[in-house]
């Protein structure tokens, strides 16, 4: 009896706590902290920022141009593929879905070879149809093969959102004898960006991410800068760095998505306790 | 139009059986990635939502930094760190050794796959309803026999989807580590090319092998899912 009275049940709350294992994790990561600074602090030196911060800035830089033009064009193609995921022709709707299917299916490294070596491969054809200078340049590769990319996973944001939107909306505003068009803009799109700014946001955090790629073809973007010093100084503190970078930028875009919910989300959200 | 499928015949004058056997590599890693980032990110999750405030923030941590790093950063972190780590080791016992490009890989991507796996299994672990673990204590189940048997098999059919989507990025991210010379299918498939000069076809045709592979993958979730889900009515 005195067993079962021994293993009495444990409190329905229990109150937060700080064990022996919390502290040992926290600890680690303040070693793993310290280590870093004081990896950075011992390659950084006059010298090298004088020999590579400018690399490592424009590096950043072309980072940045790199996912901002493959988004943009990106998020300019998936406005057909969305249209033709929510079309309810058959064949359109096919066509579009083993469009986002192949992109979304196959590694992005993979769609950047074919087409940065595919285009080396046609070169002559492609100078015929003056299309050569777009191609010769890696950078524009690397843009292209993105946006094709962004663009099928975008388009499945942008139907799935739309398709979210109760379909009473539209039922409503067609009925209020709305123009299509005008439904699209003012019903189903503000509704539906709601729903789709947080993929939106990962979307771009993931670009951001699956742009490092693009070094291996050349490009010289934050990682194909730092492989370069690499290549040159044998110090991985300089890989560290960038991903020191790629950090914070990656954190940056994910409290501005943040602030943005916050802000178009105010109208649905209970209101702040006082 | 014939000529270029000749290349992928099987023996000495074709690329068939290199290919093959890079997508064989390609899905030993994707296997053996599988169960180190899903342990591991089911224990960040459990450290998520522990009781020590301390033990949570460490978990955040954890998955701040290896969902921040791009993927090919963290591949190159592990298989040039543990290398430098590896050889100074090795010098002072007088030995030799490499990091094999297939660990690094495993390691690399495992850290990645964990980071997502957590952040779904704690979503999961938050569809779970408290009466479920008020019940196993009313039955006299300890904590681990709890989780074991009550929470875990609910716990597989709420994070599947989710973990689907994750188990196919890994397949692809897989292709990363043919950069750190690993044999897979994307690094034949290339060296292929370097001798037929054929980019667009052979880069093609590895494109439809990674789509076969998930299409297959797809498959197996699917059946994966059916079996979760055998308590479910479905509507």
């Known amino acids: 009896m005195t067993a079962v009275l021994a293993t009495a049940p444990p409190r329905a709350r229990r109150a937060d706590g700080i064990t022996a294992t919390g502290v040992a994790l926290i600890a680690l990561w303040a070693i793993v902290a310290v280590v870093l600074v004081l990896v950075l602090a011992h390659s950084v030196s006059a010298e090298r920022i004088d020999a590579y911060g400018g690399r490592i800035f424009t590096g950043f830089v072309t980072t940045i141009e790199l996912v901002t033009a493959s988004v943009l064009v990106g998020a300019i193609i998936s406005l057909p593929v969305a249209a033709g995921r929510l079309s309810k022709n058959r064949i359109v709707g096919t066509i579009a879905y083993a469009y986002s299917y192949f992109f979304r299916g196959t590694p992005l490294i993979a769609q950047l070879f074919l087409v940065y070596y595919g285009a080396g491969e046609f070169a002559g054809g492609l100078k015929a149809i003056g299309l050569w200078w777009f191609f010769r340049d890696a950078f524009n590769c690397a843009v292209f093969s993105f946006a094709l990319n962004t663009a099928a996973y975008q388009s499945e944001i942008l139907s799935g959102a739309i398709r979210n939107v109760p379909h009473g909306q539209r039922e409503a505003a067609a009925a209020l004898g709305l123009h299509p068009f005008v439904i699209l803009r003012r019903i189903l799109l503000p509704q539906a960006l709601i729903v789709a700014l947080r993929p939106y946001g990962n979307e771009v955090i993931l670009m951001i991410k699956a742009s490092a790629v693009a070094s291996i073809v050349t490009v010289l973007d934050l990682m194909g800068e730092t492989r370069f010093i690499f290549s040159k100084t044998y110090d991985l503190s300089f890989y560290l760095l960038a991903a020191v970078f790629y950090l914070v930028l990656v954190e940056a875009l994910g409290r501005v998505v943040n602030a943005i919910e916050r802000r178009i989300t105010r109208h649905v959200r209970a209101p702040a306790r006082r | ?69 791009p993927e090919l950063l963290t ?14 080791v090795a010098a002072m016992l007088g030995a030799q050794f490499q990091i094999s490009p297939f ?84 690094r034949q498939t290339a060296v292929a090319v370097g001798f037929t000069k054929q980019p667009f076809f052979l880069y093609g045709v590895a494109c439809a092998i990674y789509l076969v592979l998930s299409m297959v993958a797809s498959l197996g979730i699917w059946r994966v899912d059916v079996w979760a889900s055998r308590g479910i009515v479905r509507r």
Do not use: C, H
């Not at chain 2, 591949?75 to 100074?88: E, I, M």
């Open chain 2, 103 to 186: 660990i690094a890989g495993m390691v690399a991507l495992g850290l990645v796959l964990s980071s997502y796996a957590s952040e779904v299994f704690l979503s999961a672990f938050r569809g779970i309803a408290a009466g479920q673990y008020e019940a196993a204590t009313a039955l006299g189940l300890r904590r681990p026999q709890t989780i074991r048997l009550v929470i875990f098999p609910q716990l597989i059919r709420l994070a599947l989807p989710g973990l689907s989507n994750l188990w196919l990025n890994v397949m692809k991210d897989t292709a990363l580590v043919s950069v750190i010379t690993l044999n897979d299918l994307l």
């Open chain 2, 1 to 69: 139009m014939s000529n270029l499928f000749d290349l992928l015949r099987f023996g000495p004058d074709g690329w068939g059986d290199e290919l093959l056997a890079g997508a064989l590599v390609t899905i030993s890693l994707s296997l053996a990635t599988l169960p180190v980032g899903l342990v591991a990110g089911f224990f960040v999750a459990l450290g998520k939502q522990s009781a020590d405030p301390l033990i949570r923030v460490a978990a955040q941590i954890y998955t701040t930094i290896f969902r921040g790093i």
């Open chain 2, 75 to 88: 591949l190159f972190l592990v298989y040039y760190g543990a290398q430098s780590g590896v050889s100074t």
